[in-house]
């Protein structure tokens, strides 16, 4: 500290040594304003359907994952189960958790993050409507394993519906997706009980299957691939082409 004209000297010299010409200084550019930009723009017409989509998925996700993960082994001793057949086909099935980040890393760059999460929502689809028909205890497990794998994988990709929304309001987008996600997993425990108690398990992955399935639609039709894209051509106000839709940030003192 407090020697940098001695070591210019000696980088000077080193330079002097091997022949290399010295570079002019960077020219610095002024950084730009910081920008404060407020959270109602999250709802202005440019922008109202990223919020949507990226509230709709969070709440999704939250609400299968905690679905199989809390409440499975619960289920499965209300059907007659005893508590140590019950652990053990929860276990099988959580496997999934660790199978599911292995799929996202073999293939969510190829598909991209849109289709990706239409495509895994379909799975959830299809693998939970055919779970009310199963019997055997084999085919009831493996279904489970494949349903939470994808499910797990879902989790995994649900970061992508926040991602279209721009930088300058990210955090901000991202907090208001998942306060909402919170708050479906706040009520999520009466919605449970009660289709258990009047539907039986088929229900609740019926009724699972339901809401997969309005988000790969949602996803498919709303949703904006964010794979090998910049910043900039995903910006909610660049896309419409109507840059007075969105309200401007306001310089911050």
């Given at each position: 500290?407090?020697?940098?004209?001695?070591?210019?000297?000696?980088?000077?010299?080193?330079?002097?040594?091997?022949?290399?010409?010295?570079?002019?200084?960077?020219?610095?550019?002024?950084?730009?304003?910081?920008?404060?930009?407020?959270?109602?723009?999250?709802?202005?017409?440019?922008?109202?359907?990223?919020?949507?989509?990226?509230?709709?998925?969070?709440?999704?996700?939250?609400?299968?994952?905690?679905?199989?993960?809390?409440?499975?082994?619960?289920?499965?001793?209300?059907?007659?189960?005893?508590?140590?057949?019950?652990?053990?086909?929860?276990?099988?099935?959580?496997a999934g958790f660790v199978a599911g980040p292995i799929l996202c890393m073999v293939f969510a760059d190829r598909i991209g993050r849109r289709w990706?999460?239409?495509?895994?929502?379909?799975?959830?689809?299809?693998?939970?409507?055919?779970?009310?028909?199963?019997?055997?205890?084999?085919?009831?497990?493996?279904?489970?394993?494949?349903?939470?794998?994808?499910?797990?994988?879902?989790?995994?990709?649900?970061?992508?519906?926040?991602?279209?929304?721009?930088?300058?309001?990210?955090?901000?987008?991202?907090?208001?997706?998942?306060?909402?996600?919170?708050?479906?997993?706040?009520?999520?425990?009466?919605?449970?009980?009660?289709?258990?108690?009047?539907?039986?398990?088929?229900?609740?992955?019926?009724?699972?299957?339901?809401?997969?399935?309005?988000?790969?639609?949602?996803?498919?039709?709303?949703?904006?691939?964010?794979?090998?894209?910049?910043?900039?051509?995903?910006?909610?106000?660049?896309?419409?082409?109507?840059?007075?839709?969105?309200?401007?940030?306001?310089?911050?003192?």
């Open positions: 500290m407090g020697r940098g004209q001695e070591a210019e000297i000696i980088l000077r010299r080193i330079e002097e040594q091997a022949g290399v010409t010295r570079l002019p200084p960077a020219s610095q550019r002024p950084s730009p304003p910081v920008l404060r930009v407020s959270i109602w723009v999250l709802f202005s017409r440019a922008v109202i359907r990223r919020t949507l989509l990226a509230i709709f998925v969070n709440i999704i996700c939250l609400f299968g994952s905690h679905t199989l993960t809390g409440w499975m082994p619960t289920f499965f001793v209300k059907q007659g189960m005893s508590v140590t057949h019950s652990l053990a086909f929860n276990s099988a099935m959580m990706g999460l239409s495509v895994l929502g379909a799975l959830c689809t299809a693998i939970g409507a055919t779970y009310p028909f199963l019997t055997s205890a084999f085919a009831i497990v493996s279904c489970g394993f494949l349903m939470v794998t994808v499910v797990s994988a879902f989790y995994i990709r649900r970061p992508a519906s926040t991602r279209v929304v721009s930088t300058d309001y990210r955090f901000r987008g991202s907090g208001v997706a998942q306060m909402f996600g919170r708050l479906g997993l706040v009520a999520s425990p009466f919605i449970i009980l009660a289709l258990f108690n009047r539907y039986g398990i088929g229900g609740v992955v019926s009724a699972l299957s339901g809401m997969y399935l309005f988000a790969a639609v949602l996803m498919a039709i709303a949703g904006v691939e964010t794979n090998q894209q910049s910043l900039e051509s995903l910006d909610p106000e660049m896309m419409s082409g109507t840059p007075d839709a969105m309200p401007s940030p306001a310089p911050r003192s």
